[in-house]
DNA sequence: TACCCGTGTTGTCAACGCCTACATATCCGC
DNA sequence: GCGGATATGTAGGCGTTGACAACACGGGTA
């Protein structure tokens, strides 16, 4: 098949990543309850039905969007940590930086990830978030080991700071903050964070 | 009229009132997602058009739900930053419980609340959202003024606790914490948050 | 070659939000 | 209390959607 007839092969190819990249374009500007099917089938080229052979339904496309989130955000706060200044309270600062701009960036998505109606077996989104909160995580161990951080519970640490984080973003998202502003608050959260954290 | 006869006297009586309480029932039992104004409708006796004369479009009878949210909220912390113990830490931690047990007991209305979709004009949400907000930042307020809170900005640190203990519930929401460690994750977060902010 | 099965198509259904035209009740100035 | 203005509810309809089923295509393999 000729490459650059993009007209309609029966087949198309690779639907479902076209479908996701669709998707995520849709999200971002209109969101997540505006999303339809049937739209993304036709920007793709395919007849409305076909977007069903890859999502039977379409929370399983949502969820889809909300794990390669996850991952993103993930792989960007593993990033920010391991780059740069290697001093301790610098790296945190990174992380958490690096998770505000992912939020500002993506905010529709956040608000897809945030949302309480993935799948209920759920081994998908949920393991995929505990994936992004890693290397907050470790960088919380690593503070203990170091005695730079008082000893506590490592994963009810790191879940906090990835709460305050998560819920400052929130805040902007909805309007109650100024996007602007969020940098800053970030900045202060952690400061408080690691001196209520230090031993 | 009379009142025992509930079957359709061409006017409702409360139609406003009714579509609230069975939205908030609807969205309690089933989310923000399947609520349907036909059905609210059908419920409450009337025909599908009705409720439009309340909420000409469907956001805005969700927004009304989410600002209830909020006064309820804002009047159940400020219930609890009042009564019990005086000891200023015992508050803050009164204050944070109540909103982490509100949290669990209206788990969708608080997806609704955190929701990005409201009115842009919105002097509405918003507001009320500031409204709800008060009583935690009055609590900081009189922390730093009788020095037992390093003094700042008094709002940013009030919307760090708040996003704080929002974020917390999120996780709990979208299950990625089991319900059960809430109450202990919150309580940890306000120790860190109050010796982070310590003078 | 012949078959199989993953993938895409077509047609259908019930439900929804939103709209308009119309009906009925309630309120307010006379 | 009367009568028109206004608020509130009804009836019907339009276009879109997600989900479903029956069918069409075509690449990979025995």
């Known amino acids: 098949m000729s490459e650059q007839n993009e007209q309609r092969r029966y087949h198309h190819g690779d639907l479902r990543a076209a479908l996701l990249e669709a998707a995520e374009h849709s999200l971002r500007s209109h ?3 505006q999303l339809s099917l049937r739209d993304l089938a036709r920007e793709v080229g395919v007849s409305h039905g076909a977007p069903r052979r890859h999502f039977p339904e379409r929370q399983d496309l949502l969820d889809a969007l909300a794990e390669n989130g996850y991952a993103r955000l993930g792989e960007r706060i593993r990033r920010a940590v391991a780059s740069g200044d290697p001093d301790f309270a610098a790296r945190v600062q990174r992380a958490t930086s690096a998770f505000a701009h992912f939020a500002m960036e993506n905010r529709a998505l ?3 990830m945030n949302a309480a ?3 209920p077996e759920g081994t998908g989104v949920p393991r995929s ?3 992004a ?3 907050l995580v470790d960088l919380i161990r690593e503070g203990q080991e170091r005695r730079l951080l008082r000893v506590g ?3 009810e640490i790191g879940i906090i700071l990835y709460a305050t984080i998560n819920g400052l973003a929130t805040l902007v998202n909805n309007g109650l903050i100024d996007a602007e502003r969020l940098e800053e608050l970030v ?3 952690v400061d408080q964070f690691l001196r209520g954290t230090a031993p």
Request: net charge negative; aromatic share 4%.
């Open 31 to 33: 969101g997540a309850a």
């Open 110 to 112: 956040l608000e897809l």
């Open 117 to 119: 109606k993935h799948r």
């Open 129 to 131: 978030a505990e994936v």
């Open 133 to 135: 909160f890693e290397p």
């Open 153 to 155: 519970s490592v994963e």
């Open 187 to 189: 900045e202060i959260a």
